[in-house]
């Protein structure tokens, strides 16, 4: 999804644009931080990306980067809460904490 919100950032007007509707708020909130957008989603596209390929892999750095990027979520998810009283983000919290604790418990599995 990060990748597509790049695309639609990157191509205003694209026939993409319609899949806007699905979340109007955020594409205000990216568009006000400009060319920056882009380059955040890119930059969470890379990050998902990295963490699939190690965690399909079985490696170690897989592990920690799928950890680190669920970390990152569920921070800016409670963020979200706490600044725009948007309790609905919060959805994520059990889920994110849930899908971390499977990873650390199964860490066994992961080489180097």
């Known amino acids: 999804m990060s990748g597509l919100a790049a695309l639609m950032l990157a191509f ?3 026939p993409l644009e319609p899949l806007w509707r699905l979340n109007p708020h955020a594409r205000d909130g990216f568009r ?3 060319p920056f957008a882009v380059i ?3 930059a ?3 990050a998902c990306t990295t963490a699939a390929l190690g ?3 079985t490696k170690l750095w897989g592990l920690w980067t799928a950890v ?3 970390s990152v979520n569920l921070a800016g998810d409670t963020a ?3 600044l725009t009283h ?3 983000t919060l959805i994520g919290l059990p889920i994110g904490g849930l899908m971390i604790v499977y990873l650390l418990r199964t860490r066994s599995a992961f080489r180097r």
Do not use: E
Request: some cysteine.
């Open 12 to 14: 205003p007007g694209s």
């Open 32 to 34: 006000t931080m400009g």
């Open 40 to 42: 955040l989603m890119i």
């Open 44 to 46: 969470v596209c890379s």
């Open 55 to 57: 965690l399909m892999r």
């Open 68 to 70: 680190t990027v669920l």
């Open 80 to 82: 979200n809460a706490l």
């Open 86 to 88: 948007d309790w609905r």
